[in-house]
């Protein structure tokens, strides 16, 4: 035991140097992925001026009995932000980290937020009912319905099954090359199968909860009213810190150079602010990337991937079917 916790004790220390250099190579810097890095960790870590709010992981463990007996909503929607071992965690926060960079900078942050508060409530809902069903039609509860679960795992498997709902390419799953829209079934399985503990319909839940996401975004043409909501709050929360900003900014542009010979000037005027096509996010006229959603500015409300692909030659019309067919 003793060996096994000082080999985990390094593990957390190789998480924060992989994500650093993750982030410091990146074009734009996913802020959603980062917030639930640093919060999955902060939880995990509980340092002194966080100990006296964080309920412990006792308290929030996933327990379908306890959930519907005392409607513990706190169980419901606290479990999957704890774990149970720096193994555990570095797992999770690693594959988060890879699915997170990928899903927000092809959909935004506004619209990968919502996607996450979807697939959490939903992939913990499927599972919480598969228990229950499990206990009522077959009369099988202490595996599931009396287990005891914590940890992103759930959310993890529904945001892989919509990664690579639409894609062709193949992928290795523990040695095995299979095509990738398989891949979440395939490490169900084998997960299951060669490592003891793990929750089964944590995880299967979280498959079904990426295919419901998908079909359900595929069946609703209209705007989706979660990514509204979170857009409008956070609109109004940064709407003072913008107005700020702009304020000392105009301060700062009125301040000009001495005058050169000629009368060419010196000074330079610091310009306002420029609206995002993608998300009509007023940005700072320093930024060349929206901070909202990561549209590069000029680039036709394409985010920075797109109009890589669109600089290589694929039309706006092309990009955007393409982000139909795979995000719906």
Not at 16 to 45: C, D, F, M, Q, S
Not at 100 to 115: C, H, K, P, R, Y
Not at 121 to 127: D, E, N, P, V
Not at 311 to 328: A, D, H, M
Request: overall charge positive.
């Amino acid at each position: 035991m003793d060996r096994r916790g000082s080999l985990t004790k390094g593990m957390l220390p190789l998480l924060a140097i992989h994500a650093v250099n993750e982030y410091y190579r990146l074009p734009w810097k996913p802020p959603v992925t980062a917030a639930l890095l640093g919060a999955n960790t902060l939880i995990y870590l509980r340092p002194a001026f966080l100990r006296h709010i964080l309920p412990s992981i006792d308290q929030v463990w996933f327990n379908p009995h306890l959930i519907l007996k005392y409607r513990d909503l706190r169980r419901f929607l606290l479990s999957p932000f704890y774990h149970v071992s720096d193994s555990h965690l570095v797992y999770n926060m690693m594959s988060l980290l890879w699915k997170g960079i990928q899903l927000e900078t092809s959909v935004g942050s506004v619209e990968f937020a919502s996607m996450l508060a979807a697939l959490l409530a939903m992939s913990q809902g499927i599972t919480l009912m598969l228990a229950k069903s499990l206990l009522l039609f077959f009369d099988y509860d202490k595996p599931y319905y009396y287990e005891y679960s914590a940890g992103f795992s759930g959310v993890l498997f529904a945001m892989k099954t919509v990664l690579n709902s639409q894609s062709d390419d193949f992928t290795n799953v523990y040695g095995l090359v299979i095509p990738a829209r398989y891949a979440a079934w395939a490490e169900l399985i084998l997960i299951q199968m060669f490592i003891p503990g793990v929750s089964f319909l944590g995880h299967l839940g979280g498959i079904l909860a990426g295919i419901l996401y998908l079909k359900l975004k595929r069946a609703y043409s209209g705007p989706d009213p979660l990514t509204l909501t979170i857009r409008t709050l956070t609109n109004v929360i940064r709407w003072p810190l913008r107005f700020v900003r702009n304020l000392f900014q105009f301060q700062r542009g009125r301040i000009s150079g001495r005058g050169s010979v000629g009368g060419r000037q010196t000074g330079r005027t610091v310009s306002g602010v420029w609206r995002c096509q993608a998300c009509t996010y007023d940005n700072s006229g320093l930024l060349s990337i929206c901070e909202m959603c990561g549209t590069s500015r000029g680039s036709g409300g394409l985010s920075p991937r797109e109009f890589s692909s669109y600089s290589n030659g694929l039309t706006p019309e092309e990009i955007r079917l393409r982000r139909i067919e795979r995000f719906g």
